[in-house]
């Protein structure tokens, strides 16, 4: 089972900045995929952006240009730097893994506020 830890939301104002992090246990090599996604509660989970282990992105056409997805291997982390936020990215983001062997894991949640 792997377990996912995230850090970094908040409350920024439209246009700022935030980083999230997380970290996941058990062995990066088995992550063929890892990223983000966000989730309104009553609404589907939605897909931020992945990054597969050679380094592959993919992002949802709302946040290109603005989010970057990052992983670093030996220290088990994905991190999923967010700019010029506005408020239509509030919303609760999920770490994600996918491992060679297809198993999906979420982590509970950071939750970002965009207020002015």
């Known amino acids: 089972q792997v377990q996912l830890v995230e850090s970094g939301g908040g409350l920024v104002r439209p246009g700022g900045s935030l980083r999230l992090s997380c970290y996941a246990s058990g062995s990066t090599f088995s992550f063929c995929l890892m990223g983000w996604y966000r989730q309104t509660p009553g609404k589907q989970r939605e897909l931020v952006a992945t990054i597969t282990r050679g380094g592959d992105t993919n992002y949802a056409d709302s946040v290109k240009g603005r989010f970057t997805v990052s992983r670093d291997n030996v220290k088990n982390m994905v991190y999923l730097q967010m700019n010029d936020l506005k408020p239509e990215d509030t919303d609760d983001y999920s770490c994600?893994?996918?491992?060679?062997?297809?198993?999906?894991?979420w982590g509970q949640g950071t939750q970002v506020t965009i207020s002015s």
């Open positions: 994600y893994v996918k491992t060679t062997w297809g198993m999906e894991s």
